[in-house]
């Protein structure tokens, strides 16, 4: 009996060890994960640092000073650029490794290495969409200019140097639980981020839902609901300003689009909402005399941040702000002498082109009445537990084509047409990390102006402002030369006269320098007004976070900072201000029960503001919805075909001007109905259901408590964000906070003698959830307020800020 004990309690332990050993499903090896020596227990920090440490490293020329101040922000003073860009590269692969790897595997369709099978659509996607051949273009360009060669390649190296000395215990703890390690950094990985934020940004469509449209309502009904120039506008180059250039001639339409766009033919994802306001004002309106620039890029919000702040000084540069984690430089900040900012333009730079290939095997494609070669791309996806996949894409002269076959495309991948070639700007050669390393050194105007030559995608606005009391803004990047409307729909791959003709010259690109009324703006609404001579795009976001900002500004005198910080928090909604005088006008009071009469005295009552505890947005906010489902959903709700629906602007022009339209009546019920009706029928569903779904109106029915308002973990790891929390602000006002997206970097510069900057982020500088400094300046950015901004003059300079000083020393 001893003896069968015995084998028993070996036999356990050994089935033990080998289950620790062991990976279940996402279910790390516990053995390694649970360790004491080389587990997630590593991963705890203590919130006190070293007040001083001194490390020897290879490959640097001089000695490095890096002193952090009370929130673990690096300020890193080198002797050289080289040096410099070696310690930001090492300083923050120490903090954001594996949010540097993640994204760069993301962007390279490299996930399905470490997720297994799971992650193969999206890598596939990645890769048949070009990214990493994008990302091989900008790198070829990147590395042509000697200074951008030195910046790549050092930064690799001090990423790298981190990499090398990092034992197995103290990787990050997200490494551990997927159970890989990290691996070498290249120079491509900093051009996958460049291409990370062209898809954010600039990869989506609308052109397939559009061509759908245009297929079923036909030419006269779709060029109604989806206008060249919105009902409501307030353009970011301000109305009347003159264009002082002489317009290269423009492309004339095919031969298919007039066809198309004619009322004799009969009729056989993109995300909404990505935006970002910035606004610069000048001198006139400040109470120093100086102008003042203010900048919150709406993005995901997440734990780690995709922002990074630091400070960069060597002999050539001084500059304070953030970065992109794996990429040199600064790309939103400041130093002595000039601030700047973005946000996004949605110019038109990605195409879809129909393919007629010549027979199954698909090696040729008609193009300019001849048969033409295709090029062949074969991608290796390499997979966690299987053999690599080899997945052959298909290249004309527009791009690859995407999904060849129905079968090759996820069910989530709806707005990609099959079989059509994909034309997009990420694709060409670039090099963007140009205009920040000339922003990050920029004096005044012309300096600026020369650094947005370099910029390609994505399209942005680029804010300005100088000590020297100028302000600008630009809507720049690489745009097509296009026929108006070029691009809306699919087009025929075939006729030469579909390609895009060019760029539009980059000194032609809209700009203002000073204006009359002592502002420049963007809210991501339309670029110009119609006098524009050049087509950027059909549509934009829309104007009521523009027409708010202006508002603001216009009657703004004596401003300071903490003028600025308010505004970034503004919730007043210009869609209630516009909508709601129609809604009562329409609404027959007398109709509505106990109720329903009670949630419309509250929302009478509102004052228009998206506050965290406001009832009235919740109200509003249903009550637009509602109401917008209904005026299109019998026609546009179509779950086999996917079409895109007319825009909030669209609606508001109809309930305000034509409440007789025939868009409001329901085709599926046998009575005709009018606005009138449809905004009764609205209003009522949404006090019913909102009580159903609340109870009394209370405390569950304010705007913060509704609202689903939350950071997640970069890779939704489960305790790792905030969890919901209670905020306002919401996507049509200026502080665009919903869902998990919202302000990832709210900055205010003062310009003058001495530049004062201001800013915060949405968590912390380390990307460890085991770290003090993961989220400490969570609440700071929740409750609205900004940190100031640290911006040393020399490594010697005294602070009380600072905290621990790191010394880089080249090895012997």
């Known amino acids: 009996m001893k003896l069968f004990k015995a084998l028993f309690s070996i036999a356990i332990t050994l089935v033990l060890i080998w289950a620790l050993q062991t990976k279940f499903g996402d279910i790390p090896p516990l053995g390694k994960f649970l360790s004491p020596g080389d587990g997630f227990w590593q991963n705890a920090e203590n919130k006190h640092i070293n007040a001083e440490e001194s490390l020897q490293m290879d490959g640097l020329q001089g000695k490095v000073t890096i002193r952090y101040d009370e929130h673990m922000i690096p300020h890193i003073f080198a002797e050289n650029d ?29 996930l399905a290495e470490i997720a297994g099978p799971k992650a193969l659509d999206i890598d596939r996607y990645h890769r048949r969409m070009g990214m990493v051949y994008g990302a091989e273009n900008t790198l070829r360009g990147t590395m042509k200019d000697p200074a951008c060669k030195v910046m790549i390649e050092a930064y690799t190296d001090g990423v790298n140097n981190y990499i090398r000395h990092l034992s197995k215990k103290n990787y990050p703890i997200e490494f551990k639980l ?14 996958f981020l460049l291409k990370l934020m062209s898809e954010t940004l600039a990869g989506g469509s609308d052109q397939f839902a559009m061509t759908n449209n245009l297929k079923r309502f036909g030419a006269k009904d779709v060029n109604d609901l989806f206008p060249d120039y919105p009902f409501h506008e307030d353009p970011i180059i301000p109305v009347g300003t ?16 007039i066809a198309l766009m004619t009322d004799t033919i009969k009729p056989k994802e993109r995300v909404p909402g990505i935006g970002s306001n910035n606004w610069a004002i000048a001198g006139s309106r400040s109470a120093s005399g100086y102008p003042i620039l203010a900048n919150d890029p709406h993005l995901n919000l997440t734990f780690p941040s995709i922002w990074y702040q630091l400070q960069l000084s060597s002999p050539t540069v001084n500059v304070c702000g953030v970065s992109l984690p794996g990429a040199p430089g600064v790309i939103v900040g400041f130093n002595q002498k000039i601030s700047w900012g973005v946000t996004n333009v949605d110019a038109d730079v990605l195409d879809w082109y129909q393919v007629h290939f010549k027979d199954k095997s698909k090696n040729e494609y008609w193009y300019n009445n001849c048969w033409n070669k295709v090029t062949k791309r074969i991608e290796i996806i390499n997979i966690k537990g299987q053999k690599p996949e080899y997945d052959t ?10 999904y060849e076959t129905a079968a090759q495309k996820p069910d989530d991948r709806n707005n990609i047409p099959v079989g059509d070639a994909l034309r997009w700007v990420a694709h060409d050669e670039s090099n963007e990390f140009m205009t920040f390393y000339l922003l990050n050194r920029g004096k005044n105007y012309d300096d600026y102006r020369k650094a947005l030559i370099y910029f390609t995608a994505p399209a942005q606005n680029f804010i300005f402002a100088s000590s020297d009391k100028d302000i600008a803004i630009t809507p720049n990047g690489k745009i097509p030369l296009k026929f108006k409307d070029q691009g ?18 980059s000194d032609q690109n809209p700009t203002v320098k000073n204006p009359p009324r002592g502002f420049v703006s963007s809210a991501n609404q339309s670029s110009t007004d119609t006098t524009y001579p050049y087509y950027i795009n059909w549509r934009f976001e829309l104007y009521d976070r523009g027409k708010r900002i202006n508002d603001r500004l216009k009657a703004m005198q004596n401003a300071t900072v903490d003028s600025m910080r308010h505004m970034q928090m503004d919730d007043y909604s210009m869609r209630a201000h516009d909508v709601l ?12 029960d106990k109720n329903q009469l009670e949630v419309l005295q509250i929302v009478k009552q509102w004052d228009k503001h998206f506050a965290a505890n406001s009832i009235g947005a919740s109200i509003f906010n249903n009550w637009w919805l509602t109401f917008y489902g209904m005026v299109w959903d019998d026609e546009f709700g179509d779950k086999r075909t996917l079409l895109n629906y007319p825009s909030f602007d669209k609606t508001e022009q109809l309930l305000i001007n034509e409440p007789n339209s025939k868009w409001f009546d329901n085709i599926k019920t046998p009575a005709r109905e009018t606005c009138v009706d449809i905004v009764m029928h609205s209003f009522t569903a949404t006090a019913d259901e909102m009580r159903r779904k609340y109870g009394q109106p209370g405390q569950k029915w304010q705007w913060g408590e509704v609202k689903d308002t939350h950071i997640n973990h970069l890779a939704n790891l489960p305790g790792f964000g905030t969890g919901k929390f209670f905020a306002g602000g919401t996507g049509a006002v200026i502080n665009a906070l919903r869902g998990g997206n919202g302000p990832s970097w709210r900055m205010v510069v003062q310009m003058g003698p001495t530049v004062k900057g201001y800013g915060v982020f949405p968590g912390g500088e380390s ?24 911006f040393l003059e020399s490594a010697n300079e005294n602070s009380s800020k600072i905290k621990s000083t790191l010394i880089l020393n080249k090895s012997n």
Not at 488 to 505: E, F, L, R, T, V
Not at 770 to 789: H, I, R, V
């Open 767 to 790: 990307g460890n959830p085991g770290s003090f400094y993961y989220d400490d300046m969570f609440k700071t950015w929740k409750d609205g307020e900004l940190n100031e901004l640290l």
């Open 178 to 191: 997927l159970d890989y390690a990290p691996e070498e950094w290249k120079p491509i990985n900093c051009a």
């Open 393 to 402: 894409v298909i290249y004309t002269h527009h791009g690859p084509v995407v």
């Open 581 to 592: 005088p129609a809604f009562f006008k329409y609404l027959d009071a007398s109709k509505l």
């Open 242 to 257: 003159k264009w002082d250039f002489k317009p290269v001639p423009l492309p004339k339409p095919s031969k298919d689009f």
């Open 82 to 110: 080289h040096d410099l860009y070696y310690a930001q590269g090492y300083v923050t692969a120490r903090d954001r490794l594996w949010e540097m790897d993640i994204q760069t595997r993301s962007a390279a369709g490299r």
């Open 488 to 505: 809306k729909y699919i087009m025929d791959g075939s006729d030469p006269a579909n390609d895009w003709h060019g760029w539009i010259p």
